[in-house]
């Protein structure tokens, strides 16, 4: 299994960004996803994810902002971030797990994307 996340880019405090991760490989319409972030000398940290039965879960900082969802037919996940901020500044990376868990660490993640860079001016 390989994901590969796109749509980073440069924008503007208050602006809007849509992330794209696609999977290739045997991919179960019962995995996870997830996005998780990672800026400059920080953790990588949870932002969002999504059950394979519909639920979503998301990190308070983004709640209200972010939306994730997931398009099983093409096997991709994606991020709609709104009214961003300078501290949305990071890496973000999309994730798959196989087994579902009430809760959402990167140690519990199977599968991993290299990440696309999010930068927000202010």
């Known amino acids: 299994v390989q994901l590969q996340a796109s749509g980073g880019g440069l924008v503007q405090a208050g602006g809007s960004l849509r992330l794209s991760c696609a999977a290739s490989g045997r991919i179960f319409t019962t995995y996870d996803w997830a996005w998780f972030r990672q800026a400059p000398g920080k953790e990588r940290d949870f932002v969002a994810g999504?059950?394979?039965?519909?639920?979503?879960s998301y990190a308070d900082s983004v709640k209200g902002r972010f939306t994730i969802s997931r398009d099983n037919a093409k096997n991709t996940v994606y991020l709609q971030m709104n009214s961003l901020k300078p501290e949305d500044t990071a890496v973000y990376y999309c994730?798959?797990?196989?087994?579902?868990?009430?809760?959402?660490?990167?140690?519990?993640?199977?599968?991993w994307g290299k990440g696309t860079q999010v930068t927000v001016s202010s």
């Open positions: 994730a798959l797990r196989r087994y579902p868990d009430d809760t959402w660490h990167q140690s519990g993640m199977d599968y």
């Open positions: 999504k059950y394979s039965g519909g639920l979503t």
